[in-house]
């Protein structure tokens, strides 16, 4: 509650001094708080608008990271084939940042998880963990293989299910 005063305080005086830099950091920031509370039409409608100034800034990596944002709300929204065009994008761009990709591919499994589209959703978790490994952000792995093994598990393979569900552990 702090940090949406805090916020919607700030955002009116920095767009009076036309500082684009800090509206774009504060409505991503809001617009992830948003999202947390399912406040969604609002998350959606700062998410849009710092997509659309990040990309005019040119923030590279950090545009590539505020439209996988955009993505996770349009999938807790619903609008599943928007989400999985926002984090498309966002992977394209990463990649040709040679940035980090293993969050946005954890939330592509969780999207293709949600689609019930099980094997999309296994390779996509496979291609997460390599990535977080390689990253080194091992904390996150294990949250990814459960995803797999939810995955695994609708695709009728529970020994994969069971061994991604241990390795998790």
Do not use: I
């Not at 767009?15 to 947390?36: E, I, K, P, Q, S």
Request: proline fraction near 2%; charged fraction near 25%; charge should be neutral.
């Amino acid at each position: 509650d702090t940090a949406l005063a805090d916020y919607n305080t700030a955002l009116p005086a920095l767009r009076r001094a036309d500082d684009r830099m800090w509206v774009w950091r504060t409505l991503l920031n809001r617009g992830v708080l948003y999202g947390h509370r399912f406040q969604l039409g609002n998350a959606l409608a700062d998410l849009r608008e710092a997509t659309r100034l990040a990309d005019e800034l040119g923030l590279g990596t950090s545009a590539a990271f505020t439209r996988q944002n955009l993505g996770w709300v349009n999938m807790l929204a619903g609008d599943l084939p928007q989400a999985l065009r926002d984090l498309d994008e966002a992977e394209q761009r990463l990649r040709g940042l040679k940035a980090q990709l293993g969050a946005v591919l954890r939330d592509r499994t969780e999207l293709l998880l949600s689609m019930c589209l099980a094997a999309e959703a296994r390779a996509a978790a496979e291609a997460a963990t390599v990535e977080l490994r390689r990253e080194r952000r091992l904390f996150v792995v294990p949250e990814v293989r459960l995803l797999h093994s939810r995955a695994a598990l609708l695709d009728g393979d529970p020994a994969t299910a069971l061994a991604q569900a241990r390795a998790a552990v």
